[in-house]
């Protein structure tokens, strides 16, 4: 196997100097007034030899590797997966290359996760944060590390984020079980205090309160298995037969959900409404079609990127980098499981 070759070997190669080379592969010959003809020389070569630049080994010397480290719950799940997608695009577009990875909304795989890339020196992160990390968190905004969260946030910590208006979105979709007849109407959510959840739960009580309605809350553990989940849903329905509709606080919860209601032998709408936080392919092809609270994705994405990378050009600044701090509107996207109850 043939050694793998170095701009120094290139340079010897080509009878050029070794600054020569390397303004040529960083795309800045022009400025330096290089040639057309010895730029053409050295990307001709450079592409028969296959030659690949040792981005490791860059990243020593100029501090950059290039490279932003996405760390979402659950890189599986529809909706972190079309945000990282979409990322890699944009960070593709501005030169940077993306990591990802799943926490597992573990504390302890999370903090592992951010020690393991600040070794590796990547130049940014986009987190989905888990509860305990707030101290990690807090030394990389200390050490002017540009960072974006998204999904959730730590309200006692001056970070930049993107988020969802998670307690009016929810809100609305509860106002729509109410517009359509339902009243008895149950929440399923996780067991937890982040962000996210809790103004998904705020909304939920903002629209029973203001038309007087009752309260039934089920909360599932994190890191449940799915068959624990339908269990609980189905022991929930039980202890609750008034139940004519139920609100599932995220995608794979309001999976599980649909698996339960089959289980049950409970007709959607007929029997029961059915609404869940994000979308995903199973709402749409299943019958009856399922009505879902719906998150911008593109935009979130962008917003994301966009934050990121004008953090990344100012890090080097003396003044403070901007923290974006935005919340946008979810969309409720009505299908056949919120039919007007009869």
Not at 76 to 89: C, H, K, Q, T, W
Not at 157 to 177: K, M, P, R, W
Request: aromatic content about 8%.
């Amino acid at each position: 196997m043939k050694a793998k070759r170095t701009i120094r070997d290139i340079a010897n190669e080509l009878q050029l100097s070794i600054t020569t080379v390397s303004l040529v592969l960083n795309g800045k010959a022009r400025q330096n007034r290089i040639s057309q003809e010895v730029i053409d020389r050295v990307l001709k070569f450079v592409k028969e030899v296959d030659y690949r630049p040792n981005h490791f080994a860059r990243s020593l010397r100029n501090g950059k590797s290039k490279i932003i480290a996405f760390m979402a719950e659950d890189i599986s799940n529809p909706f972190f997966s079309s945000v990282a997608r979409l990322i890699e695009d944009s960070a593709n577009n501005s030169g940077y290359k993306i990591v990802y990875c799943s926490t597992e909304n573990n504390t302890e795989k999370t903090r592992e996760l951010i020690r393991t890339f600040k070794d590796r020196r990547v130049d940014a992160y986009i987190i989905t944060p888990t509860e305990g990390i707030e101290k990690d968190i807090e030394t990389l905004v200390t050490n002017r590390i540009p960072l974006m969260l998204f999904d959730r946030y730590f309200t006692d910590l001056s970070t930049g984020y993107v988020v969802i208006d998670n307690e009016q979105s929810t809100c609305t979709a509860i106002q729509h079980f109410i517009e359509q007849g339902y009243r008895q109407i149950g929440f399923v959510t996780l067991d937890s205090d982040q962000t996210q959840m809790s103004g998904r739960y705020k909304g939920y009580i903002r629209a029973l309160e203001a038309s007087g309605l009752p309260r039934f809350v089920l909360r599932i553990p994190y890191g449940s298995t799915e068959t624990s989940i339908i269990d609980a849903i189905i022991n929930f329905l039980a202890e609750n037969r008034e139940i004519d509709s139920l609100f599932f606080s995220s995608n794979y919860l309001g999976i599980s959900g649909l698996k339960a209601l089959k289980k049950k032998n409970l007709s959607i709408p007929d029997d029961i409404g059915v609404i869940a936080f994000d979308d995903s392919e199973v709402f749409r092809m299943h019958t009856p079609t399922i009505t879902t609270v719906t998150q911008p994705v593109e935009e979130i994405s962008h917003k994301l990127v966009e934050s990121v990378l004008n953090q990344l050009r100012h890090e080097e600044s003396s003044d403070d980098i901007r923290k974006d701090k935005i919340k946008l509107p979810a969309k409720l996207v009505v299908r056949e499981s919120t039919a007007r109850k009869k």
